[in-house]
């Protein structure tokens, strides 16, 4: 039979990242490219007792339908964790649990946006986010990401043109794929801009506890008077990402709306997962725990920026994060993206092409991203070796 998909569907391509993993199982291949927490960050020991747990003595509670907004123990503690982190929510806001930050940015967007509005993001962006705007006939438009964040003047210029702007998405702090942090000034000018042109700013920040140096930079929805901006977190980089476990904080009435459009895509996030996560904060030390993994991400970003420092032509430039998952490299005029992606690949080394993040996918871009979290400190120097010579013999 000849399927005919839906208008919304027809162009929509498996993420570039998804499609890389399957090259992954040959032996010997080194992946920057995925995007996962290391493997040995996850509190496995404290989760199985847990988990057994509650199946020893909440069973029937972890196996039945739910409540869409959340498991109320769980919501109360997340908006203690916001409020003591991050000094954020106040009684306008409300809280509801999602499956993921994936869902609660593609939540945000459905109540928000008719198909054919506009949706500004940082460009390069989180691929999730995009993909999530794209199938829900948004249209995306992308503000050059600069090292301090997005480029108001650019962004003003955009929403000028483009009155149909229902939402302005930005990942501020250790951004997917960027690495980059967006400066305190950036992100005052980011509302004034939205405050002005009244549309809703989306902060997605599922990093913003994996800080490893420099400061603290106040979050957007710290900022927010007149409540005007959702603020995305998960659990998938702090505790596990198998959970899908995320959550949004927002506006009373924009959480209704989502709570509506949450019951018809999922009903509610896997209860027994919401349970498990709740006791572990309950009864974990999760301060020391995300101290742990800071310490983990420090040691192995310093460790690639050491090996790049070494082995990496000074004609690549990269960013040097201050946490997160990922750094971005920019290759010189010289040497085409796709070809050294390629030649990489050949050479078992996978990272992503800047091309995957662009809004605009058809645009060029001379970056790859680079994920630390994943690989081991031995893969990090060989890789970026490989890497590094790649460079030299394409140059
Ligand atoms: C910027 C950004 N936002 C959201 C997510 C979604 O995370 P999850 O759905 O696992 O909570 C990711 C995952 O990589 C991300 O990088």
Redesign the pocket.
Known sequence: MEYQFSDKMVNMKPSAIREIFKSLGTPGAISFAA?NPAPESFPVSDMARIGADIFANQAVQALQYSVTEGYPRLREQVRKRLLDKFGIGTENDDLIIV???????ELSCKVLCNEGDTVIAENP??I??LNAFRSLGARIQGVELKDDGMDTEALEKCLRENPDTKMIYV?PTF??PAGSTTSLQTRKEIYRLASKYDVIILE?N??GELRFAGEDIPTIKKLDTDGRVLY??????VLS?GM???FLLGPKELIQKIVVAKQVEDVHTNIYFQMLCSRYMDECDMDAHVEEIRALYRKKCGWMLECLDKYMPSCVKYTRPEGG?FLWCTLPETIELTDFVMAAKDQLVFVVPGTAFNCDESAPSRSFRLNYSMPSMEEIEKGIRILGELVRTMM
């Open positions: 995007g499956t993921g930050g994936q869902q609660g940015i962006s989180f999730g986010a990942i951004q997917n997605d599922p990093y995305c977190g998960s659990f998938s980089k990402a899908r476990i995320g998952l």
